[in-house]
């Protein structure tokens, strides 16, 4: 079965370093990737997404992420942390060929310190 | 565009209860799905529907059921409340295919003593 795994329960940066979460999924076909950002007691916002065209995707607020076939990863980056990006971050999949629902890892709480 | 809304937005219910939570979808947006999200969890896939049909189903029971409607609402009914209920229920629903992406509401808090 299709999984998610996000390295890092919880990452912590300075305001205006480099933000690196990281996404691996277990498909042998490339699926469908998402990076889904939650804020406290709030829902799930679409960052960005990969649907088989440009590797490298930009998303809103400055996130990008690259798919690496090789790696079978997902990493989403943003070069200088902001104190309003401090937030959960979830990566989830979505099989081609399916119904599309999602599979999600278990997230990353990205903290921001000034 | 609306966005996903949903209701109410905290509840409290006692064991084996039954509960109805509600969503109302951005117009045109057929697939609607919902997930349950666990304190300090991933969302996880309960059902979903396109076109008030079920095409879709994660490892939950029978006791966990859903409705969606013509005019882009839908339910999540849930019978026998358990103590493991307790828990952030998300509504999704999306415009087109599984490339589209999901857009989610800002979820029910649900908490079952």
């Known amino acids: 079965a299709q999984s998610v795994t996000q390295l890092g329960s919880h990452v912590s940066v300075s305001e205006g370093a480099l933000v690196l979460l990281r996404c691996n999924y277990s498909s042998s076909v490339p699926p469908y990737l998402f990076w889904y950002v939650q804020y406290p007691n709030q829902g799930l916002q679409l960052l960005l997404k990969y649907t088989s065209a440009a590797t490298l995707v930009k998303g809103i607020n400055g996130f990008e992420a690259e798919f690496k076939k090789s790696e079978t990863s997902f990493h989403l980056t943003k070069p200088s942390a902001h104190m309003s990006d401090a937030a959960e971050y979830f990566c989830?999949?979505?099989?081609?060929?399916?119904?599309?629902?999602?599979?999600f890892g278990k997230g990353t709480k990205l903290s921001v310190k000034p | 565009e609306t966005g996903v809304t949903q209701s109410p937005t905290h509840l409290i219910k006692t064991r084996g209860q039954q509960v109805t939570l509600r969503c109302s979808s951005q117009s045109g947006h057929n697939t609607v799905s919902w997930y349950q999200q666990a304190l300090g969890q991933g969302p996880q896939f309960i059902f979903q529907?396109?076109?008030?049909?079920?095409?879709g189903r994660g490892n939950f029971p029978p006791r966990f059921s859903g409705l969606q409607f013509p005019n882009y609402s839908s339910e999540l009914n849930v019978n026998a409340l358990e103590l493991d209920d307790s828990a952030l229920y998300l509504c999704?629903?999306?415009?087109?295919?599984?490339?589209?992406?999901?857009?989610f509401g800002s979820g029910t808090r649900l908490t079952v003593v």
């Open positions: 999704a629903s999306r415009l087109g295919g599984p490339n589209y992406g999901y857009t």
């Open positions: 989830a999949v979505s099989e081609r060929g399916s119904q599309g629902n999602l599979i």
């Open positions: 529907y396109y076109r008030e049909e079920e095409n």
